[in-house]
Nanobody, 123 residues
Framework: VQLQASGGGSVQAGGSLRLSCAAS????????MGWFRQAPGKEREFVAA????????YYADSVKDRFAISRDIPKDELYLQMNSLKPEDTAVYYC?????????????????WGQGTQVTVSG
């Protein structure tokens, strides 16, 4: 099972980026998935999650109204649209998948992880 994250880069504050996460080896189309991030010297933190049935999406307060998580079911891909980026959003972003469909904010409950993609916001 592989989760491949991509789309990171360097942007000025106020800019936008769209992260993608492609799954292979297993389908996550009816499972919960999430995005986490880890800044240098800090713990990995929850960013956003999307479930299946019930509440569809949940966001950390720090990104609410700026980030949007979505998924393409046929392609089995996960996305994170990040707008109005701030320097404090700088981190390595990881996509993660669960074996069930329940939204979760605790990284320890995710079973599969991508390799991470760097997001750097300057200004």
């Amino acid at each position: 099972v592989q989760l491949q994250a991509s789309g990171g880069g360097s942007v000025q504050a106020g800019g936008s980026l769209r992260l993608s996460c492609a799954a292979s080896g297993r389908t996550f189309s009816n499972k919960a998935m999430g995005w986490f991030r880890q800044a240098p010297g800090k713990e990995r933190e929850f960013v956003a999650a999307i479930g299946w049935g019930g509440p569809r999406a949940y966001y950390a307060d720090s990104v609410k109204d700026r980030f949007a998580i979505s998924r393409d079911i046929p392609k089995d891909e996960l996305y994170l649209q990040m707008n109005s980026l701030k320097p404090e959003d700088t981190a390595v972003y990881y996509c993660a998948g669960r074996r069930d469909s329940k939204i979760a904010t605790d990284a320890r409950t995710y079973d599969y992880w991508g390799q991470g993609t760097q997001v750097t916001v300057s200004g």
